[in-house]
């Protein structure tokens, strides 16, 4: 693995390059257009999801500075606040974890289905133009495929994060980044350097 974020994140993912880049372009064009990214998984992939959005809403490789004009709205309205609001907010990609809203997911489970616990987020916030990342090891995870099938009928565009195989998530995406391993825990291994590169290549982007 080579130490510079921005390279191929893994000689073992080569053959992932192609779809990587599919999804850096697909985001940097949802974020110019002012869209969104939600993001959903299960067990480690719920985490990864929480971790994609970490680095999305806040500076994660480069600083991102507010500029004079939006301290200056700050100062306007923030009274002896606005030091601390002017000197220590940054600029966020808009990014949304579909993990950890408990409320709504358990009420979907206990009164529709649990199976839609991703799917009813999506069609409540999604909108033609934002971006799903829909992250499962086996590709075949229902809640995941649904909220995927869901995302397009909102023409949204989905990027799928799994193995080799694909599953069905794979029939669903618009971009499928297959990593090359049927291990689960290799799988998670190696979406870790994926999204991390995804993520610091849309920040270099809009904040380099």
């Known amino acids: ?30 974020y110019e257009r002012e869209g969104k990214l939600l993001v959903c998984g299960n067990g480690g992939s719920a985490a990864d999801a929480e971790h994609i959005v970490g680095e999305m809403m806040k500076g994660f490789c480069l600083p991102r500075r507010l500029s004079d004009t939006d301290k200056a709205k700050l100062a306007s309205v923030a009274g002896d606040d606005a030091d601390l609001l002017g000197t220590k907010l940054q600029y966020g990609l808009a990014a949304l974890s579909l993990v950890s809203h408990m409320a709504l997911i358990t009420a979907t489970s206990n009164d529709q289905d649990g199976q839609l616990i991703f799917a009813q987020q999506v069609w409540g916030i999604g909108q033609a133009g934002d971006i ?24 949204m565009l989905v990027v799928g994060l799994t193995g080799s195989n694909g599953g069905k998530l794979a029939e669903n995406c618009d971009i499928a980044i297959k990593v090359p391993s049927s ?5 998670q291994e190696m979406h870790l350097p994926i999204y991390h590169h995804i993520c610091a290549s849309v920040e270099a982007h809009f904040f380099s």
């Open 132 to 155: 799903l990342l829909a992250i499962s090891t086996s590709g075949n995870s229902q809640n995941i495929v649904l909220a995927a099938r869901t995302a397009r009928a909102k023409n």
């Open 183 to 187: 291990s689960v825990a290799e799988i």
């Open 1 to 30: 693995m080579t130490s510079d974020i921005h390279q191929n994140p893994n000689s073992r993912l080569a053959g992932c390059d192609a779809q990587v880049a599919q999804a850096i372009a697909a985001l940097i064009i949802c």
